[in-house]
């Protein structure tokens, strides 16, 4: 299968998630640049970590308005498997892909460690592969990954299902203490209704290789990989 | 540092030799030239210069670009060898790591703007190294820090602590280049003057290096960047005078960092050489065009001439002396081979940046300032670069030395007992974890970084090869107080032992040289002395200096800095999979200790922190013995023999065997037989705590210890069973005597937290 890797000018984790997928699995793996169009011909879109445009407005809010943002969201209607990762996630919502909003994390800070991470749903394209409940070691690497949403929003996410990703300690148990950021409900990831839309701050294209320190965010990738075998196959 | 190249005195230029000199004794004080120094000016140029010229030399002159006070030392450094692809004199230095590839690395300090302004500071600072590395084709892959500041008890230094940790991550976060690794400390010493001394790694292709200079008569040279305001006119004169109770005035001269611009230069810059258009490329840093267009020149064997009124402006009436010496970030300049600015333009514009023809490359050996087509600037480039003072400054050894190496024992009170004295050891903020800092820095991206912040050396392997490369920053500043040669000569072993600690060989190094007002004699003294310890270091352990940096008059209200000495030491690693880091592997291993222990407590963080005495002797150090310890280690991580390697440092053998437990599930049981020449209350202490130099704690399984003890007998490195990893508790006995005996959950919290919890007290 094909994946292509949006770089918006300011992205830095474009290579990152390049280089997983394209080397690390060995599937196809192109970047495309933000002022093209169309998609490449790829089966599954990421949104990469960084600062698009400086984040200087807003994170993500001049990156919506790319011209290869048009192309991603008639992929993502068509059912496409698109996933935002950390700068990614940001600008999936600020498209309007996603509901809700980034703010500061409640530290201030930039935190930048690994953190365990829950999967909450396996019926995304992203976490196909996973067990149930399986937690994942992945880095965090981010200064404004507090997710924030209205408090109707966030029980239609819960009541839908469509939190993929919680923050927990070592136990897999969510908590203030095991929460990086602030997110409501301990949220690392959402996905839209549709399932096909997924954004989370955690950086499981960082996470791929036992050298790294981690290898459980490769799941995340080989679930879409599997998702479109499966397809091709039905 | 630059080679001196010959000069011809230049012609008088008619139309600029007209006009009245507006030049007395005022104007020149106002730009730090002293009396010799204009003669020498008139000398050069054959007649008065004009204020713009005048300009042009005091910022090349500053002690910060022309290296006049410590170019005589400088020169006495190795620089050679056969990995090394670029010694000083270019942006940066590059060693040859195999497959025609090479690592191109540098160190900066941006000392005095972060006094002024700790994130702007900071942050302009790894912007300015980061050009530094990319300029020379070379994609960076990782940035160090060493970092310096007051007593962190006291609010002062706790607020630039705060604000330098934030810029240093606002701009190497934003950029996406990961901080792997480095060295803090907190000292009185450096509360009026912190240090800010940012190392930048990155990789190129041998064959792709390209230099900064400017060939080829009539070639186009090209502003591309951010535009030019006028911030930071005269920084690099700031950064060669001492601070006093009028330096926060100074503010204006720090610049403002755009790290999103200068990711869109980095990665234009590199696919622009890739086009093979760009005949030379700098960066505009301190002194700014000035200094790009005279440097490029001179290392060209070129002159080069500008029209100021094309260069990009942020503000409106600018005059040519601001945009000739501005110091706007993010900035750079070009020369393009003739005929091909189309391809250079394109790739610009793909990145929405706009490349501006400014001027041409000639053949006259002149920078020829235009400002509307009429002539504001004419000046021999090499007069600029290479022909400006160079001081044999006088030195005198402190009366002090001698005294301050002196260590009596009846006069620093009774000697506290070992437990009580670890426990303070390990929350010391400068033995504490730097997690506090290195958790605001992206550490994980570009997927390279195989030894993370906290691990000693930091670790990057090289995609598409089996290598990976270790860098380390070391200075023991109270060493270099004490002692600067020998405190020189262990900061190259600290650093050259913590890359080895990796499995890697060290293959060169780069130096940033903190220290006081050199117009002090006792303070010239502190700096040849230094570089000397340095140069005979790196010459007996075959380590070049490819480049580095000096800052000079760190010193406030006539106060000087400890000498600081700080080195960078790049090492490969052959087999990325077989390096190791401090942490213990497993339950039962064997734990060893390479090297002699003498118990010296001379400059140690015991002393300071328990008895609140900075004095000694610095340690003893037999570079022989140093560098067949370093073989030995890297020998057996190559062969994989042991499961950890730990240098030992502050807070000697107990903090040493504590971090190795650290971030692990172990704990360890050890027996160590006492040493040292101090009195009795004094010698279990001194045999915990002494930092004794040319150690490392090592782990291995059972059956790999004879072979290990095989390999340091045969390269006559003392060695020693002292121990055995396991339980959850730290155990430490002194020839069979009980010390210390603590829970390791209890000590790795105490260090974990030690710096986080004195930043929030303070609040």
Redesign the interface.
Known sequence: MKFAVVVFPGSNSDRDAWYAAGHVLGERAERVWHKDTDLAGADAVILPGGFAHGDYLRTGAIARFSPIMAAVTRFAERGGPVLGICNGFQILLEAGLLPGAMVRNTGIKFVSRMVPVRVEQSDTPFTRACSPAQILHLPIAHGEGNYFAAPEVVADLEANQQVVFRYTDQAGNPSEDANPNGSVNHIAGICNRARNVVGLMPHPERACEPALGSADGRVVLESVVKEFADRAHA | MHNPRPFTAGQPSAALDAVPSPIDAAVLERHGIKPDEYDRILELMGRAPNLLELGMFSVMWSEHCSYKSSRVHLETLPTTGPRVVQGPGENAGAVDIGDDMCAVFKIESHNHPSFIEPYQGAATGVGGIIRDIFTMGARPIALLNALRFGSLETPGARRIFEGVV?GV??YG????IPTIAGEIYFDPTYAGNPLVNVLCLGLARTDEIVKGAAKGEGNPVFYVGAKTGRDGIHGATMASAEFDDKSAEKRPAVQVG????E??LMEACLEVMRTGAVVGIQDMGAAGLTCATSEMSSRGGTGMEVDVTRVPQRESGMIPYEIMLSESQERMLLVVENGREREVAEVFE???LHAEKIGTVTATGRVRVFERGILVADVPAPALTDEGPVYRRPMKEPEWQQRVQQLSFDAIGRAVASGEAFEALIASPVIASKRWA??????????N??A?PGASAGVT?V?GTTRALAVSVDCNGRFCYLDPYRGAMLAVTESARNVACTGAEPLGATNNLNFGNPERPEIMWQLAEAIRGIGDACRFLEIPITGGNVSLYNETDGEAIYPTPVIGVVGLIED??RTVTRRFRSEGAQVLVLGESRGELGGSEYLARLHDTVAGPAPQLDLAGERALQQVVIRAVREGLIESAHDCAEGGLAVTLAECCFDTPFGVVADIASAGEVPLEFRVNATLFGESASRVVIAARPEHVEKVEQLARAAGVPVQVIGTTGGARLTFTVDGGAAIDVAVMDAETRWATAIETLMKAGR
Request: aromatic share 16%; hydrophobic share 35%.
């Open positions: 934030a991550g606002g976060n934003s950029i996406g755009d790290p999103f611009m990711k869109l793909k990145w929405d290195y958790r605001q820095y992206d550490h994980t991206v570009g997927t970084t195989i993370f392997r995609k990325a999979a």
